[in-house]
């Protein structure tokens, strides 16, 4: 590391005592305004707090152009210990050599996230990219024409990952972690693009969904997402594995009630609604 | 994937209850040291196993994961996790990924080992 002249004469980071790891989680452009009221406790508290979005109970959405944005606003989050379903941790990986930094691979990612959406996708974020405690909507395309409306949170980012939670009512409960690191000899290898989803289907619907066809579907979603960011990276031929895990083979009945907020269910109920008003007027 | 920063030592308390004290920096990169201090825990006798995050220094979403990785183990075994000494801020962190929901949080470790909520 070397160390810049200047003005006021900047130290190295081995000079103002910062690890790899916090010299590495300096915040991407834009992403210091969103994280803004997480900075000061940053400076007092633990290095990751800037990190990690606020304590939210339930939540609250802005309209936003290109979605409907239903089944979102007062939702609860929902991580695999709220879910139905088998436990699922689904790994996709793209190696993207070594002349992609994981920052830039991530910083990337980060600021053009819906870009890299399958045709026919939503993602309607905030413009700034993805930030700690920012919520999106997201219509999906489930086939006959039908958007699902849900949508998610940003639970976590940094400069080497993010994180994107689920509210009741969306296919699963879970989190999906986007990340990238150096791998191979002494770290100088190369760098491995991941997206990694821990999940459990969100209800006994979801779940039979979910069997038969439903994960096909999330790994090719996954898979061309990957493709495009690789694309967009400059990598000639990108290609992604996926590996499947299940976790945990156990149902939790207990939970079979989140059925009551079905986006599915009611997507395909507010579309009716919406095609009988429209043919009515 | 980096070396992880951090140290688990495991403490047995008695027949039933293990402590596993976490010091250093949780991520997904410790997933085998937790595992393999959760099996040195688990000798067939566990039926509780108390974390403490006292020398929690930092957490990623990956070691969050993870945690939820060893609560589907220690389900599997009957076993109940519990945990002490998380911060405010970590505290949060357990409320906001609703983790706090199946892994009861206590104060301090008299308190965990006592099983009771302050």
């Known amino acids: 590391?070397?160390?810049?002249?200047?003005?006021?004469?900047?130290?190295?980071?081995?000079?103002?005592?910062?690890?790899?790891?916090?010299?590495?989680?300096?915040?991407?452009?834009?992403?210091?305004?969103?994280?803004?009221?997480?900075?000061?406790?940053?400076?007092?508290?633990?290095?990751?707090?800037?990190?990690?979005?606020?304590?939210?109970?339930?939540?609250?959405?802005?309209?936003?152009?290109?979605?409907?944005?239903?089944?979102?606003?007062?939702?609860r989050l929902t991580g695999p210990v709220q879910g139905f379903g088998k436990m699922w941790q689904k790994t996709y990986r793209m190696n993207a050599g070594s002349q992609i930094q994981p920052e830039v691979a991530i910083a990337t990612w980060r600021q053009h996230f819906p870009e890299f959406w399958p045709k026919g996708n939503?993602?309607?974020?905030?413009?700034?990219?993805?930030?700690?405690?920012?919520?999106a909507l997201l219509d999906l395309a489930i086939g006959g024409g039908v958007k699902l409306s849900t949508g998610v949170f940003v639970l976590y980012a940094d400069a080497e990952s993010f994180t994107l939670m689920t509210p009741q009512g969306h296919m699963f409960a879970g989190w999906i972690t986007f990340s990238a690191?150096?791998?191979?000899?002494?770290?100088?290898?190369?760098?491995?693009?991941?997206?990694?989803?821990?999940?459990r289907a969100n209800d006994?619907?979801?779940?039979?969904?979910?069997?038969?066809?439903?994960?096909?579907?999330?790994?090719?979603?996954?898979?061309a997402t990957l493709t495009a960011l690789g694309e967009r990276l400059g990598l000639p031929d990108p290609k992604v594995e996926t590996k499947s895990v299940c976790v945990d083979t156990k149902r939790q009945w207990r939970h079979a009630n989140n059925i009551w907020q079905n986006s599915m269910i009611r997507s395909v109920m507010q579309t009716l609604t919406f095609r009988r008003n429209k043919q009515a007027t | 994937?980096?070396?992880?920063?951090?140290?688990?030592?495991?403490?047995?308390?008695?027949?039933?209850?293990?402590?596993?004290?976490?010091?250093?920096?949780?991520?997904?990169?410790?997933?085998?040291?937790?595992?393999?201090?959760?099996?040195?825990?688990?000798?067939?006798?566990?039926?509780?196993?108390?974390?403490?995050?006292?020398?929690?220094?930092y957490m990623n979403s990956g070691g969050i994961g993870m945690l939820v990785t060893l609560l589907v183990r220690a389900n599997r075994q009957r076993q109940q996790l519990s945990a002490y000494g998380l911060s405010e801020h970590y505290r949060e962190i357990f409320e906001l990924t609703r983790l706090d929901e199946a892994i009861t949080i206590y104060d301090n470790e008299e308190s965990a080992l006592n099983g009771v909520v302050k």
């Open chain 1, 1 to 75: 590391m070397t160390e810049t002249a200047g003005p006021d004469r900047v130290r190295s980071t081995e000079q103002i005592g910062l690890s790899a790891r916090e010299a590495a989680a300096t915040p991407v452009p834009n992403a210091t305004q969103a994280a803004g009221p997480r900075n000061a406790a940053q400076a007092a508290g633990p290095r990751d707090a800037a990190s990690w979005a606020r304590k939210v109970d339930r939540l609250e959405v802005d309209p936003r152009a290109g979605v409907r944005g239903t089944n979102v606003a007062g939702r």
């Open chain 1, 122 to 135: 939503r993602f309607a974020g905030a413009l700034t990219g993805i930030n700690p405690g920012d919520v």
């Open chain 1, 181 to 199: 690191e150096r791998e191979g000899p002494e770290m100088g290898g190369e760098t491995i693009v991941q997206a990694l989803v821990l999940m």
């Open chain 1, 204 to 223: 006994p619907l979801y779940e039979v969904a979910m069997t038969f066809g439903g994960h096909r579907k999330e790994d090719k979603f996954w898979a």
């Open chain 2, 1 to 57: 994937m980096s070396a992880p920063a951090i140290t688990m030592d495991v403490r047995r308390i008695g027949d039933d209850v293990a402590v596993v004290d976490i010091k250093g920096e949780v991520t997904a990169a410790c997933e085998p040291m937790l595992m393999s201090a959760y099996e040195a825990a688990s000798d067939g006798r566990t039926n509780r196993l108390v974390l403490n995050f006292e020398g929690l220094e």
